[in-house]
């Protein structure tokens, strides 16, 4: 009984561990995405967890939203905070913090 136990929490485990890493890689996609429509240069090319919580998806089902941040510049010189926000694998918004444009 014990190892039936141990295999579902390892195969719950591995699922949670290889949907996450597809959520990310969409995520940063959809960062890159916002930075090139902004015309603002996306930093470390990755994006890190921020919150992750379980929440009802539009067919009703629990699907896990996760949180991530991002780091963008106008200018190479001041760093600003973006996010994205996932629910299972799809996008649901990507958002800049306020910044400065370069002046002519």
């Given at each position: 009984?014990?190892?039936?136990?141990?295999?579902i929490l390892l195969l719950a485990g591995s699922w949670f561990w290889w949907e996450s890493r597809?959520?990310?890689?969409?995520?940063?996609?959809?960062?890159?995405?916002?930075?090139?429509?902004?015309?603002?240069?996306?930093?470390?090319?990755?994006?890190?967890?921020?919150?992750?919580?379980?929440?009802?998806?539009?067919?009703?089902?629990?699907?896990?939203?996760?949180?991530?941040?991002?780091?963008?510049?106008?200018?190479?010189?001041?760093?600003?905070?973006?996010?994205?926000?996932?629910?299972?694998?799809?996008?649901?918004?990507?958002?800049?913090?306020?910044?400065?444009?370069?002046?002519?």
């Amino acid at each position: 009984m014990e190892s039936i136990i141990v295999i579902i929490l390892l195969l719950a485990g591995s699922w949670f561990w290889w949907e996450s890493r597809g959520a990310a890689e969409r995520a940063i996609q959809a960062a890159k995405r916002a930075c090139d429509a902004a015309d603002v240069y996306f930093l470390n090319d990755t994006v890190g967890w921020k919150k992750v919580r379980l929440k009802r998806n539009r067919q009703g089902r629990i699907a896990v939203a996760r949180s991530y941040f991002f780091e963008f510049a106008t200018d190479g010189a001041i760093r600003y905070q973006g996010e994205v926000d996932m629910l299972g694998l799809e996008l649901q918004r990507v958002g800049l913090e306020a910044y400065r444009t370069e002046m002519p």
